[in-house]
Protein backbone atom coordinates (compact mmCIF):
# COMPACT_ATOMS: atom_id res chain seq x y z
CA UNK A 1 0.00 0.00 0.00
CA UNK A 2 1.12 3.81 -0.48
CA UNK A 3 2.04 5.03 2.49
CA UNK A 4 1.75 8.45 3.95
CA UNK A 5 3.94 10.72 5.98
CA UNK A 6 3.08 13.71 7.77
CA UNK A 7 4.02 16.08 10.94
CA UNK A 8 3.07 14.32 14.11
CA UNK A 9 1.78 18.17 15.46
CA UNK A 10 0.96 21.40 14.32
CA UNK A 11 -0.04 24.62 16.36
CA UNK A 12 -1.96 27.72 14.98
CA UNK A 13 -3.40 30.74 16.21
CA UNK A 14 -7.37 31.30 15.49
CA UNK A 15 -8.03 32.98 12.55
CA UNK A 16 -4.54 32.66 10.88
CA UNK A 17 -4.37 29.92 7.45
CA UNK A 18 -3.19 26.54 8.54
CA UNK A 19 -0.89 24.33 5.94
CA UNK A 20 -0.95 20.86 6.82
CA UNK A 21 1.74 19.11 4.85
CA UNK A 22 1.61 15.35 3.40
CA UNK A 23 4.27 13.13 1.86
CA UNK A 24 3.04 10.54 -0.64
CA UNK A 25 6.54 9.52 -2.59
CA UNK A 26 5.06 6.13 -3.87
CA UNK A 27 1.50 7.46 -5.13
CA UNK A 28 0.53 6.13 -8.07
CA UNK A 29 -1.37 7.46 -11.25
CA UNK A 30 -4.96 6.80 -10.29
CA UNK A 31 -4.49 7.13 -6.52
CA UNK A 32 -6.97 9.95 -5.06
CA UNK A 33 -5.49 12.03 -1.95
CA UNK A 34 -7.89 12.32 0.74
CA UNK A 35 -7.98 14.37 3.83
CA UNK A 36 -10.79 13.32 7.25
CA UNK A 37 -10.23 14.68 9.96
CA UNK A 38 -10.93 13.16 13.60
CA UNK A 39 -12.36 15.89 16.16
CA UNK A 40 -12.43 14.14 20.00
CA UNK A 41 -14.65 12.04 20.85
CA UNK A 42 -16.16 11.82 17.26
CA UNK A 43 -15.90 10.06 14.52
CA UNK A 44 -13.51 10.90 11.31
CA UNK A 45 -14.93 13.64 9.10
CA UNK A 46 -14.23 13.87 5.22
CA UNK A 47 -12.54 17.03 4.60
CA UNK A 48 -11.78 17.05 0.96
CA UNK A 49 -9.80 14.60 -1.81
CA UNK A 50 -8.46 15.17 -5.44
CA UNK A 51 -6.26 13.65 -7.99
CA UNK A 52 -4.29 16.06 -9.74
CA UNK A 53 -5.62 19.96 -9.97
CA UNK A 54 -6.32 21.43 -7.06
CA UNK A 55 -9.27 21.37 -4.68
CA UNK A 56 -11.70 23.76 -3.64
CA UNK A 57 -15.11 23.25 -1.07
CA UNK A 58 -16.39 24.75 2.01
CA UNK A 59 -14.29 23.33 4.26
CA UNK A 60 -10.82 23.62 2.89
CA UNK A 61 -7.94 23.59 -0.28
CA UNK A 62 -6.17 21.24 -1.09
CA UNK A 63 -2.73 21.93 -2.99
CA UNK A 64 -1.48 19.17 -4.97
CA UNK A 65 2.31 19.01 -5.85
CA UNK A 66 3.04 19.17 -9.80
CA UNK A 67 4.63 15.30 -9.21
CA UNK A 68 2.13 14.27 -6.90
CA UNK A 69 3.98 13.37 -4.25
CA UNK A 70 3.27 15.81 -1.65
CA UNK A 71 -0.29 17.34 -1.44
CA UNK A 72 -1.16 20.36 1.36
CA UNK A 73 -4.83 21.04 3.31
CA UNK A 74 -4.90 24.63 4.03
CA UNK A 75 -7.56 25.61 6.22
CA UNK A 76 -7.61 29.63 5.45
CA UNK A 77 -9.03 31.07 8.93
CA UNK A 78 -8.44 28.50 11.84
CA UNK A 79 -10.95 28.09 14.11
CA UNK A 80 -10.85 26.70 17.48
CA UNK A 81 -13.71 24.39 16.12
CA UNK A 82 -10.71 23.17 13.57
CA UNK A 83 -8.75 21.44 16.76
CA UNK A 84 -8.65 17.79 15.69
CA UNK A 85 -6.28 14.81 13.77
CA UNK A 86 -5.88 15.28 10.36
CA UNK A 87 -5.36 12.41 8.07
CA UNK A 88 -3.82 12.11 4.26
CA UNK A 89 -5.27 8.97 3.09
CA UNK A 90 -4.41 7.27 -0.45
CA UNK A 91 -7.42 5.85 -2.04
CA UNK A 92 -6.74 3.88 -5.01
CA UNK A 93 -9.15 3.94 -8.16
CA UNK A 94 -8.12 0.65 -9.81
CA UNK A 95 -10.42 -2.65 -9.23
CA UNK A 96 -8.22 -5.40 -8.65
CA UNK A 97 -5.00 -5.29 -6.11
CA UNK A 98 -4.79 -5.62 -2.02
CA UNK A 99 -5.55 -2.00 -1.31
CA UNK A 100 -8.24 -1.38 -3.71
CA UNK A 101 -11.75 -0.37 -1.43
CA UNK A 102 -9.26 0.25 1.07
CA UNK A 103 -9.29 3.50 3.13
CA UNK A 104 -6.44 3.22 5.69
CA UNK A 105 -5.24 5.74 8.32
CA UNK A 106 -1.64 6.88 9.12
CA UNK A 107 -0.65 8.23 12.17
CA UNK A 108 -2.30 11.77 10.95
CA UNK A 109 -1.30 15.28 12.50
CA UNK A 110 -2.83 16.65 15.43
CA UNK A 111 -3.81 20.48 15.00
CA UNK A 112 -3.76 22.74 18.27
CA UNK A 113 -5.91 25.80 17.62
CA UNK A 114 -4.34 28.90 19.98
CA UNK A 115 -7.22 31.21 20.84
CA UNK B 1 -29.84 12.53 5.29
CA UNK B 2 -25.77 11.89 5.45
CA UNK B 3 -25.29 10.08 8.56
CA UNK B 4 -24.54 6.61 9.66
CA UNK B 5 -25.98 6.05 12.88
CA UNK B 6 -24.36 3.47 15.32
CA UNK B 7 -25.77 1.54 18.30
CA UNK B 8 -25.21 1.28 21.24
CA UNK B 9 -22.88 3.91 21.44
CA UNK B 10 -21.36 2.40 24.80
CA UNK B 11 -21.28 -1.34 25.63
CA UNK B 12 -20.06 -2.88 28.55
CA UNK B 13 -19.61 -6.71 28.05
CA UNK B 14 -18.35 -9.76 29.57
CA UNK B 15 -15.86 -12.23 28.03
CA UNK B 16 -18.42 -14.72 28.13
CA UNK B 17 -20.90 -12.90 26.54
CA UNK B 18 -21.91 -12.24 23.10
CA UNK B 19 -23.81 -9.19 21.84
CA UNK B 20 -23.60 -7.35 18.56
CA UNK B 21 -23.01 -3.54 17.12
CA UNK B 22 -25.33 -2.29 14.52
CA UNK B 23 -24.56 0.19 11.53
CA UNK B 24 -26.87 2.01 9.61
CA UNK B 25 -26.94 4.31 6.95
CA UNK B 26 -29.72 5.30 4.08
CA UNK B 27 -27.49 6.95 1.41
CA UNK B 28 -27.69 4.68 -1.09
CA UNK B 29 -23.96 3.50 -0.21
CA UNK B 30 -22.62 0.17 -1.50
CA UNK B 31 -19.93 -0.05 0.28
CA UNK B 32 -19.21 -0.37 3.94
CA UNK B 33 -16.43 -0.62 6.74
CA UNK B 34 -15.46 -1.75 10.40
CA UNK B 35 -12.82 -0.21 12.04
CA UNK B 36 -11.32 -0.33 15.29
CA UNK B 37 -9.50 2.38 17.42
CA UNK B 38 -7.60 2.12 20.63
CA UNK B 39 -7.29 5.73 22.27
CA UNK B 40 -5.19 8.09 20.53
CA UNK B 41 -4.38 6.10 17.97
CA UNK B 42 -5.86 6.07 14.16
CA UNK B 43 -8.54 3.80 13.25
CA UNK B 44 -7.48 0.49 11.94
CA UNK B 45 -9.89 -1.26 9.01
CA UNK B 46 -11.04 -4.58 9.96
CA UNK B 47 -13.76 -5.52 7.42
CA UNK B 48 -15.01 -3.91 3.91
CA UNK B 49 -18.01 -4.85 2.45
CA UNK B 50 -19.23 -3.92 -0.91
CA UNK B 51 -22.74 -4.83 -2.31
CA UNK B 52 -23.50 -6.69 0.64
CA UNK B 53 -20.64 -8.96 0.21
CA UNK B 54 -17.39 -9.08 2.39
CA UNK B 55 -14.59 -8.19 0.05
CA UNK B 56 -11.82 -7.52 2.95
CA UNK B 57 -11.04 -8.88 6.24
CA UNK B 58 -7.90 -7.66 7.39
CA UNK B 59 -6.51 -10.54 9.37
CA UNK B 60 -9.66 -10.46 12.13
CA UNK B 61 -9.79 -12.55 14.88
CA UNK B 62 -12.74 -15.33 14.31
CA UNK B 63 -14.37 -13.49 17.48
CA UNK B 64 -15.34 -10.91 15.45
CA UNK B 65 -18.11 -11.94 12.73
CA UNK B 66 -19.39 -9.12 10.28
CA UNK B 67 -22.87 -9.44 8.51
CA UNK B 68 -24.29 -7.24 6.04
CA UNK B 69 -27.98 -8.50 5.84
CA UNK B 70 -29.19 -5.67 3.52
CA UNK B 71 -28.00 -2.27 1.61
CA UNK B 72 -28.27 -0.73 4.61
CA UNK B 73 -27.43 -2.50 7.33
CA UNK B 74 -24.05 -3.58 8.69
CA UNK B 75 -23.61 -5.65 11.41
CA UNK B 76 -20.37 -7.15 13.79
CA UNK B 77 -21.09 -10.02 16.14
CA UNK B 78 -18.52 -10.27 18.86
CA UNK B 79 -18.45 -13.75 20.94
CA UNK B 80 -15.78 -14.56 23.50
CA UNK B 81 -13.60 -11.03 22.88
CA UNK B 82 -10.64 -10.47 25.43
CA UNK B 83 -10.34 -7.08 27.71
CA UNK B 84 -7.78 -5.57 24.86
CA UNK B 85 -10.24 -5.39 22.79
CA UNK B 86 -11.88 -2.56 24.19
CA UNK B 87 -11.82 0.23 21.61
CA UNK B 88 -14.12 2.53 19.83
CA UNK B 89 -15.43 0.68 16.77
CA UNK B 90 -16.44 3.02 13.89
CA UNK B 91 -18.45 2.52 10.93
CA UNK B 92 -18.33 4.26 7.52
CA UNK B 93 -20.03 3.75 4.45
CA UNK B 94 -19.77 5.21 0.62
CA UNK B 95 -21.04 5.28 -2.57
CA UNK B 96 -18.08 3.09 -4.15
CA UNK B 97 -14.80 1.36 -2.84
CA UNK B 98 -12.72 3.68 -5.61
CA UNK B 99 -10.91 7.00 -5.07
CA UNK B 100 -13.80 9.07 -6.31
CA UNK B 101 -15.97 8.40 -3.49
CA UNK B 102 -15.61 10.03 0.08
CA UNK B 103 -16.46 7.80 3.44
CA UNK B 104 -19.29 8.99 6.04
CA UNK B 105 -18.40 7.30 9.46
CA UNK B 106 -20.36 7.24 12.52
CA UNK B 107 -20.11 8.55 16.28
CA UNK B 108 -18.91 5.50 16.87
CA UNK B 109 -19.47 2.32 19.72
CA UNK B 110 -17.51 2.77 22.26
CA UNK B 111 -17.18 -0.96 24.05
CA UNK B 112 -15.53 -2.00 27.39
CA UNK B 113 -14.44 -5.88 27.63
CA UNK B 114 -14.61 -6.69 31.29
Known amino acids: DAKTTQPNSMESNEEEPVHLPCNHS???????IHWYRQLPSQGPEYVIH???SNVNNRMASLAIAEDRKSSTLILHRATLRDAAVYYC????????????????FGQGTILTVHP | DTEVTQTPKHLVMGMTNKKSLKCEQH?????MYWYKQKAKKPPELMFV???????INESVPSRFSPECPNSSLLNLHLHALQPEDSALYLC?????????????FGQGTRLTVV
Open chain 2, 92 to 104: ASSHGRTGLTEAF
Open chain 1, 26 to 32: TISGTDY
Open chain 1, 50 to 52: GLT
Open chain 1, 89 to 104: ILRVTNAGGTSYGKLT
Open chain 2, 27 to 31: MGHRA
Open chain 2, 49 to 55: YSYEKLS
